[in-house]
């Protein structure tokens, strides 16, 4: 069965401090993105990431990809309270093909605490 | 310049009952999808618009689900009749080709609940 698994599913943290979000998935793939949601809101793109050892940095933000090992890592550098949302990874199917056929994460809900 | 939007933001309807989503894309964008996610679910892929054609509609649940694209522009997902199972947000989005480092941009949703 293909899967996205995020690690961990929620997590509250205080500002200031390190983390990294953990995306395993079981099926070969040319594209991972990252996609951010804030409460009744659209998903908003955040990364695609497309080859072995790929590593992306947007603000404190920074992604990276390893299709060795089928996992994606989303670390967040000294978080501060607009972090907080709830951050999606997912795998394109169409290894090769036309994008759009995402296999999602559950999501991962990142709460930042003063 | 607008983003993708869906219609309506909520719906409740009775089991039974009809009921269409409708997304305009970005304009200019060849590609819009369809997503759901039904309550403690992932994401789950509908299908693909290129244009006015199918792309790919794996996604589909059955055949109580019709999405068209006449035209090429806005789409529509028609729920014709609804189960409760269909409750859920129905996310739409667009990009613009095919370049292979495209993002896809997403609308808001529209929650469905079926009572």
């Known amino acids: 069965e293909l899967k996205v698994e995020q690690n961990p599913l929620f997590l509250s943290m205080q500002e200031g401090k390190n983390y990294t979000i953990y995306c395993n998935y079981s099926?070969?793939?040319?594209?991972l993105y990252w996609y951010r949601q804030d409460p009744g809101k659209s998903l908003e793109s955040l990364f695609v990431?497309?080859?072995?050892?790929a590593v992306k940095q947007e603000g404190r933000l920074m992604a990276s990809l390893d299709t060795k090992a089928r996992l994606s890592t989303l670390h967040i550098t000294a978080a501060v309270h607009d972090l907080s949302a709830t951050y999606f990874c997912?795998?394109?199917?169409?290894?090769?093909?036309?994008?759009?056929?995402?296999?999602f994460g559950k999501g991962t809900k990142l709460s930042v605490k003063p | 310049e607008a983003g993708v939007t869906q219609f309506p933001s909520h719906s409740v309807i009775e089991k039974g009952q009809t009921v269409t989503l409708r997304c305009d894309p970005i304009?200019?964008?060849?590609?819009l999808y369809w997503y759901r996610r039904v309550m403690g679910k992932e994401i789950k892929f509908l299908l693909h618009?290129?244009?006015?054609?199918?792309?790919?509609e794996s996604g589909m649940p059955n055949n109580r689900f019709l999405a068209e694209r006449t035209g090429g522009t806005y789409s529509t997902l028609k729920v014709q009749p609804a189960e409760l199972e269909d409750s859920g947000v129905y996310f739409c989005?667009?990009?613009?080709?095919?370049?292979?480092?495209?993002?896809?941009?997403f609308g808001s949703g529209t929650q469905l609940s079926v009572l």
């Open positions: 989005a667009s990009s613009q080709g095919n370049d292979y480092n495209e993002k896809l941009f």
């Open positions: 099926t070969t793939s040319d594209r």
């Open positions: 990431l497309l080859s072995n050892g």
């Open positions: 997912a795998v394109d199917l169409n290894y090769g093909g036309s994008q759009g056929n995402l296999i």
């Open positions: 304009s200019g964008h060849d590609n």
């Open positions: 618009f290129v244009k006015e054609s199918k792309q790919d």
